[in-house]
């Protein structure tokens, strides 16, 4: 068959890395944004209805669900690796959070391992590229920054440290704008180690 006589491409085709034409973001990729999306429900069910908090649904891990949700229904891949950079650097301080004050639910699993899992299959297939870590901090400050506004401060409402500096912190880093630097730098240099990683495990060939 001449060239001349090849189907045109699909646009989810289009869509897809150079490494990946033969794995087109197609409608099953697609539809995989039924279960982050459920995920981010579960959780504003939780936090809303029962526990009656909804400024924790403000946390960074949980809008990253819906982050998800979103990149894997628009079939984006810049949306899909900021949200797969935050997702991965949420469970240690989920972890750590679970030691620390023993609470832990089957919803909490699901949104931060769960979610966390299926961005590492989301990104096998759109591939990690340098410069996703500015975007992800980018869209952490920002975050932060709604958090700020829509919450007040609190033991129990400083979510996304919006507020002043986490636990005990809060007695060395009196200034919360010194805390504020400090830790952004920090969260900076996680997010870039997290895509070098990314990169070497589901690199972008052909970029």
């Not at 989810?12 to 429900?41: C, E, M, S, W, Y």
């Not at 009656?52 to 403000?58: F, G, K, R, Y």
């Not at 869209?139 to 979510?159: C, D, E």
Request: one cysteine or more.
């Amino acid at each position: 068959m001449s060239s001349g006589n090849r189907p045109s491409p699909s646009p989810t085709t289009l869509n897809a890395p150079p490494h990946r034409q033969g794995l087109p973001l197609d409608i099953k990729f697609r539809l995989l944004a039924l279960l982050p999306l459920l995920f981010f429900v579960a959780r504003v069910i939780e936090y809303v209805v029962i526990a009656h908090t909804p400024e924790q649904i403000l946390w960074c891990c949980h809008v990253s669900n819906l982050l998800l949700a979103v990149g894997l229904a628009s079939a984006s891949p810049r949306i899909i690796r900021i949200a797969v950079i935050w997702l991965l650097l949420g469970i240690p301080p989920w972890v750590l959070d679970m030691v620390m004050t023993g609470l832990i639910t089957p919803i909490s699993i699901f949104t931060h391992l769960g979610s966390a899992a299926l961005s590492l299959v989301a990104i096998r297939v759109v591939g990690m590229k340098s410069g996703a870590w500015l975007q992800s901090l980018l869209y952490f400050i920002i975050l932060q920054q709604l958090t700020r506004l829509a919450t007040v401060p609190g033991p129990y409402t400083n979510v996304n440290v919006a507020h002043f500096a986490y636990g005990p912190l809060k007695d060395i880093f009196t200034k919360y704008w010194i805390y504020l630097l400090v830790n952004s730098l920090i969260v900076a240099l996680a997010l870039w180690l997290i895509e070098r990683l990314l990169i070497w495990w589901a690199p972008v060939r052909g970029d």
